[in-house]
């Protein structure tokens, strides 16, 4: 198995910056996702490291062979592709026998050799049956299985998955999220997943690199990038729904640090004791929506807020509150897993917020101050 | 209801009659004609048309002079015709495919393949036109390249020579018609998802495999259409010998529609020209009966 590694990695497309100083370590065995919105240069990154694109400048290692320039068939790599990708004119049998067919003197194989291989991974992905039919005959959930077999049936060193279950239904996706993730603990291949969905993101990866326009903001765990943001724009593309951004400045009451924000004041810190305290005096209080209890009751630290819209989603409930009703209307959601009361839009609530969660960012620069 | 699809059929009568009629008169009744001045001979109807175009040994005319072979042409305008395809189909076919390949990451490819579509869009006269100074032994490209390179014996005006006048216009067809093979090709491999050859490229393919694995069988369904057309227009060809070599010298490049118009606008004999034109007719339905097999196999 193997690791990979990207020594600060660009690469341009004429005056655009697609991917833009990027290094990364991804280690052996592990599940590792880029996550970003479209356009964030994760597709182009997982191509770089295919090899179906060249970088401007940077290195790309895979087990700490310089692969920068290698053709992808030269990396020992294997891709699943968004739309699988598999021949039309072949059948099942012979698109997952391709790759193997190919290098079948190199590995010295025998047509039966590629026929049993074939049959293994096959079972394995429960494809047996389908072996004789054609990629048109198929479900996408199928099609989906037999793109991961001819991925598989190399063994290859580094598994690259290009979104490859956003062609899917929501259900069917659900389904194989887990089966995937599965597959590559069972099997301990090095997978590098590219995906625009952060709930995939957090239920499948070991580690996630969040990206956006072109930059690697953070690496972490899903519980890493999820509760310690480094950056606002982590924090708000992630979570369902994601962080409550709210806008504040900090002010100075003879020697106390006032946190000034639309609605309500706090002394600073809020929570955490912040390292520096930003040039501007600006902050952005990042407040995940289910770190916030509501009350019908004021409370002493409580904020007053009233009801927009209340959104009921079976398990749970989110309320959308505007927390500054006399001034701008500064809208936060908060996710309530039990309601023990009815709540509906126009009422009057309290928010209490659990201040130890909540996130302070530089309003300047996004990067979190704690 | 079946009162309602009654009137909707009524209807769709009522619209097809004048396009119908159309066709009628303009196609379908010339067709009838042809095939029935075919029979007329001076003594009633009979089959006497066919059977002196066919056994005619006049080389201008002939359809098949096959006796004392191996020698040059000519051979007859059928067996011209038929060696035509023999060379004209796959070499068009296969080199626009291969260039549509080939062109697929070149920088500038629409300026070539608009340049390689220039032999077609030009009138098939001027074609020949070209095609005979192609093959100039002073102003030739061929001939003097010939020269170059040693081939002292096809340093000569290809056209004025019967063992080189079939092969010069063969040649020359190859250069008109191949831009229809490639923007044929060209469009049916744009229209393959960009990722068939990125994966087949990870999956380990050389970019020789890539063409004979994946982009030759997806792309069946143009090629089928290339192959047709062409062999119909390698039937069907006039226009080009008319200009180029008017069937000669002594007969070494007619073809069957040169021997029908000679037939015809010559010697004013309209019921063999007519014979000749019923038997290139038939022959042509057999690429389209190909065609139309596939076509509806596909469904």
Redesign the interface.
């Given at each position: 198995m193997a690791s990979v590694r990207l020594e600060s990695v660009v690469k341009r497309f004429g005056k655009v910056v697609a991917v833009n100083n990027v290094s990364l370590e991804i280690r052996d065995k592990e599940f590792f996702i880029l996550l970003g919105p479209s356009g964030c240069g994760k597709t182009t990154t997982l191509r770089l490291i295919?090899?179906?694109e060249y970088p401007d400048s940077g290195r790309i290692y895979i087990d700490d062979r310089d692969v920068t320039f290698l053709?992808?068939?030269d990396r020992d790599?294997?891709?699943v592709?968004?739309?699988y990708?598999l021949?039309?004119?072949?059948t099942v049998f012979q698109n997952i026998a391709?790759?193997l067919l190919?290098?079948r003197k190199k590995l010295g194989l025998t047509k039966d050799d590629i026929k049993k291989r074939v049959l293994e991974v096959a079972r394995l992905l429960r494809i047996e049956e389908l072996l004789h039919r054609k990629p048109g005959q198929l479900s996408g959930g199928q099609q989906q299985r037999v793109a991961l077999a001819?991925a598989l049936i190399?063994r290859p060193k580094v598994w690259l998955m290009d979104e490859p279950l956003s062609n899917l239904d929501a259900l069917l996706r659900l389904v194989m999220r887990a089966e995937l993730k599965r597959l590559q603990k069972e099997l301990g291949i090095t997978t590098i997943y590219v995906t625009h969905d952060q709930a995939e993101a957090l239920s499948m990866a070991d580690r996630i690199a969040v990206m956006n326009k072109g930059r690697v903001i953070q690496v972490g765990t899903p519980d890493e990038v999820y509760l310690k943001p480094k950056h606002v724009f982590v924090g708000t593309f992630i979570g369902a729904p994601p962080m409550n951004v709210v806008k504040c400045k900090i002010e100075d009451h003879d020697g106390r640090l006032i946190l000034s924000c639309p609605g309500f004041e706090r002394e600073f810190p809020p929570g955490i004791t912040p390292k520096k305290l930003p040039r501007t005096k600006e902050v952005v209080l990042g407040i995940r929506p289910e770190f916030i209890e509501v009350t019908d009751k004021p409370e002493p630290g409580t904020i007053k807020g009233k009801i927009l819209v209340v959104e009921p989603l079976g398990s749970e409930t989110i309320l959308n509150i505007n927390i500054n009703p006399e001034g701008e209307e500064t809208i936060i959601k908060a996710k309530l897993p039990k309601l023990t009361k009815k709540y509906s839009a126009g009422e009057t609530i309290y928010l209490k917020i659990d201040w130890s969660k909540v996130a302070v960012f530089d309003a300047e620069t996004g990067f979190a101050l704690t | 209801m079946s009162k309602k699809i009654n009137i909707k059929k009524r209807y769709l009568a009522l619209f097809l009659i004048p396009g119908f009629t159309l066709v009628a008169i303009f196609v379908i009744s010339p067709i009838i004609g042809t095939f029935i001045i075919s029979f007329e001979t001076p003594s009633g109807f009979g089959l006497s048309n066919y059977y002196s175009v066919i056994t005619q040994t006049s080389p201008t005319k002939a359809l098949v002079l096959l006796n004392d072979m191996p020698r040059p042409p000519p051979w007859g305008a059928l067996i011209h015709n038929l060696v035509w395809t023999a060379i004209h189909l796959p070499t068009t076919t296969f080199l626009g495919l291969v260039l549509a390949y080939l062109l697929r990451r070149v920088y500038g490819r629409s300026i070539v393949k608009s340049i390689m579509f220039i032999g077609m869009v030009i009138p098939m006269v001027v074609g020949g036109l070209i095609i005979r100074f192609m093959f100039d032994k002073f102003i030739g490209i061929v001939p003097n390249l010939c020269g170059l390179i040693g081939l002292t014996w096809l340093d000569k005006s290809w056209t004025s020579y019967p063992d080189t006048a079939l092969l010069a216009l063969i040649i020359g067809s190859v250069w008109l018609w191949t831009g229809f093979s490639l923007t044929i090709h060209a469009a049916a491999i744009d229209s393959l998802?960009k990722?068939?050859i990125?994966?087949?490229?990870?999956?380990?393919?050389s970019d020789w495999?890539i063409f004979w694995?994946?982009i030759v069988?997806?792309v069946?369904a143009a090629t089928l259409t290339v192959i047709v057309m062409t062999m119909l227009w390698d039937l069907k060809i006039f226009d080009i010998v008319y200009a180029a070599t008017k069937g000669g010298p002594g007969g070494a490049s007619t073809v069957l529609a040169f021997v029908m118009w000679l037939y015809f606008a010559l010697d004013l004999d309209y019921g063999k020209a007519a014979a000749v034109a019923v038997i290139l007719t038939l022959l042509t339905l057999i690429p389209a009966a190909i065609y139309i097999r596939q076509v509806m196999k596909r469904g």
């Open positions: 295919a090899g179906l053709e992808p068939k790599i294997a891709m592709f968004q739309n990708a021949y039309p004119h072949m391709f790759p190919l290098r001819r190399r | 998802p990722t068939y990125e994966a087949a490229k990870i999956d380990g393919a495999q694995k994946i069988p997806s069946r």
